[in-house]
């Protein structure tokens, strides 16, 4: 299968309408070529590929026959609702939590910060004059952003305020203008290393802004560290110790902090973790007392014995950082070539994380994506990196590179392309039309 390409290349805007018609025509009959081909591969999800599991299949033997922790506590049984205090020995520094103030979990913080939205629905949290559910409240989404933790207050009925994310994090004055303006604000969805999608990192001044913004006592930043350990190059930003930045702000209990291995080790037998100030923490265990008795322990000390510490589990993820570079230098490598020389789309160059943001021509995302389909190449549908779906320029796409080995990848990041391009001089040709 051969790529479009007219030389000498010209942005599309550029062209006369002659030389647009002709670019149209080759780009069209090789997307007809590529339609021939009856590729089916998957951009979807940022996944890890299956080399990547292939690091932690020590965890299918471990911990061979051990069940007692350093305490000599039988892990089978009953108890330790708080989860292993090695394994969250472990990760309290990456994710600048004390030990005593973060908890190990079950399989996934997904789950913890729906049970948390629900919570606080019903109940409150510390702080609250009365249960969130007990009127519309709202929350603020840096946008784009990451479309599971819009559905969980979309489930919920939680309105959804975009608000833009600029590459050291979310526009400050628009969250102060908005926090001015609205108390119906009760928290806000926060990825602050290597953002879903744009792989933006939030710098300490934005941080110190968020945790000091004038605020109703229970709202909350929903600080989903996903992405802290999952670095790309040396180039690595120093972990931003957010519960101290609120504490010296006055607002202590602003954060709660998410976290798992999910891209770790295995996605689905993993551990999720949350921290938080004492009285979030406590607020946390007390509700969970009546949910459970306790997490699957003998899951945690697998991942204790799997990566031993911190330094363990830095050379873990430089094993992960082996496989995923190439794929990212793909992802780069096919837009330079096949987009940059038409000026079809800017994207983000991610120092780590799992994904890279995409920005098409206003009005061809959806397009682009639906003629992708067509050809067998699966892609984030167009609008999922902004509430209930809208984007309003119809221009983001979200590219999960991770999971399809380096081969595949580089043939759907190729018939993507050549769909974004078609996508582009179908619309650059309508207008003139």
């Not at 430089?318 to 987009?339: C, D, Q, T, W």
């Not at 609008?383 to 779906?389: C, E, L, N, R, V």
């Not at 993507?416 to 391009?421: E, G, M, S, V």
Request: include cysteine; glycine fraction near 8%.
């Amino acid at each position: 299968m051969t790529s479009a390409a007219v030389s000498p290349a010209s942005p599309l805007a550029d062209l006369d309408q002659h030389a647009l018609r002709a670019v149209h025509a080759e780009i069209s009959a090789a997307y007809d070529e590529l339609k021939a081909a009856g590729l089916k591969l998957d951009l979807t999800r940022g996944k890890p590929g299956s080399d990547q599991l292939d690091l932690s299949n020590d965890l299918l033997h471990l911990p061979d026959g051990e069940f007692r922790d350093a305490a000599g506590t039988d892990l089978r049984n009953y108890g330790g609702a708080t989860g292993l205090p090695e394994l969250r020995a472990i990760f309290a520094n990456a994710l600048r939590v004390p030990v005593s103030q973060l908890l190990a979990l079950g399989n996934a913080s997904l789950t913890v910060m729906h049970d948390v939205i629900v919570q606080a629905l019903l109940h409150g949290v510390p702080g609250s004059e009365r249960p969130w559910g007990s009127r519309q409240i709202s929350f603020l989404a840096p946008v784009p952003g990451y479309d599971r933790h819009f559905s969980i207050a979309e489930r919920y009925g939680i309105r959804l305020i975009p608000v833009p994310l600029n590459d050291d994090g979310p526009d400050v004055e628009a969250v102060a203008a908005l926090l001015a303006t609205d108390d119906s604000i009760k928290g806000m969805w926060c990825v602050p290393v290597y953002s879903n999608p744009t792989g933006a990192v939030y710098s300490e001044e934005v941080v110190r802004a968020l945790v000091s913004l004038p605020a109703a006592d229970d709202f909350r930043l929903f600080w989903d560290n996903a992405y802290a350990v999952h670095h790309l190059s040396d180039e690595r930003p120093a972990p931003i110790d957010v519960l101290s930045l609120a504490a010296e702000a006055g607002n202590p209990d602003r954060p709660l902090i998410f976290a798992s291995t999910s891209k770790v080790t295995y996605p689905g037998a993993g551990v999720a973790f949350v921290g938080g100030s004492e009285a979030n923490v406590e607020w946390i265990v007390r509700n969970m007392a009546v949910q459970s008795i306790g997490p699957d322990k003998l899951n945690q000390l697998r991942h204790v014995r799997l990566l031993r510490d911190e330094q363990g589990l830095e050379a873990h993820m430089e094993k992960h950082r082996a496989i995923l570079e190439p794929k990212f230098a793909a992802v780069a490598g096919a837009f330079e070539r096949r987009l940059a020389p038409y000026g079809a789309g800017t994207w983000t160059s991610p120092k780590g994380g799992y994904f890279v943001s995409l920005d098409v021509l206003d009005g061809c995302a959806k397009r682009a994506i639906e003629l992708a389909a067509q050809a067998g190449i699966a892609v984030t549908p167009a609008g999922a990196t902004f509430p209930y779906g809208d984007d309003p320029r119809d221009a983001n796409i979200r590219i999960a590179p991770t999971f399809p080995p380096l081969a595949e990848l580089e043939t759907a990041l190729d018939g993507l392309c050549t769909a974004i391009l078609l996508a582009e001089t179908e619309s650059l040709l309508a207008a003139r039309d």
